[in-house]
């Protein structure tokens, strides 16, 4: 069952790069999301979506962009990558509304320089 | 808006001792409510759910929690910690309108288990 995967696991950038997290789920689940872990913040939502064709706005948007052409993939876009999106980037699905959990990917360490 | 507070950064306790984490939680409505674990380099592990119904939830690897609306807390507890269990504890609150793809975590408390 290979569930929730984030490709890639580490990457360096340089300041104005662009690059994409790729994540892909194959558990069937309509909602998947996109956190970024910092230390002493937790884990906060970038973006999210609902359902193919459909996303979202989280709590942190601002320099990324996602699409969701497929139930099974939620790339994450960084356009012109910056020092403060240094972080680790998570992707997560659920089946949905109810009574159900996320499912987390392993993350990807990005270090921008 | 939803919020978590988890107000203990670094919890150090011994090997076999009990354990107990904090956890308080607003949110306007009947909340949904996590405990997520994650170990060193790892992504995050579904530990224990509250969604409704009886107050006291048992999770995986011997982990319990206990919802008291009165406090808006969702503490963690175990009765005997072993040295597997250092890790990093996140509470987390979910969106009743959206489920959980929408959720908000704490900060986070960081678990040393000494010999």
């Known amino acids: 069952n290979a569930g929730v995967t984030q490709t890639p696991k580490f990457q360096v950038l340089k300041t104005g790069q662009s690059m994409t997290l790729q994540c892909a789920q194959d558990?069937?689940?309509?909602?998947m999301s996109w956190y970024r872990q910092d230390p002493g913040m937790g884990l906060r939502l970038i973006h999210y979506?609902?359902?193919?064709?459909?996303?979202d706005q989280g709590e942190v948007p601002n320099g990324y962009n996602v699409s969701r052409s497929t139930t099974e993939d939620f790339p994450l876009r960084l356009l012109s990558a910056a020092p403060s999106q240094t972080s680790v980037y998570f992707c997560?699905?659920?089946?949905?509304?109810?009574?159900?959990?996320?499912?987390f990917g392993q993350g990807t360490r990005l270090t921008v320089v | 808006a939803q919020s978590v507070t988890q107000p203990d950064i670094h919890i150090t306790v011994s090997e076999g001792a009990s354990l107990e984490l904090r956890c308080n939680y607003s949110?306007?409505?009947?909340?949904?409510l996590f405990w997520y674990v994650q170990s060193p380099g790892q992504g995050l592990q579904l530990l224990l759910k509250y969604f409704s119904g009886d107050t006291l939830v048992q999770g995986i690897k011997g982990f319990e929690a206990e919802f008291k609306r009165s406090q808006s807390s969702f503490n963690l507890r175990k009765p005997s910690v072993h040295w597997s269990d250092a890790a990093e504890y996140f509470c987390?609150?979910?969106?009743?309108?959206?489920?959980?793809?929408?959720?908000?975590f704490g900060t986070g408390t960081r678990l040393t288990i000494i010999p």
């Open positions: 558990m069937n689940h309509e909602y």
């Open positions: 987390a609150v979910g969106s009743l309108n959206f489920g959980n793809e929408k959720l908000t």
């Open positions: 997560a699905s659920s089946y949905g509304a109810g009574n159900t959990e996320a499912f």
């Open positions: 949110y306007g409505a009947t909340p949904y």
């Open positions: 979506s609902v359902g193919a064709g459909i996303t």
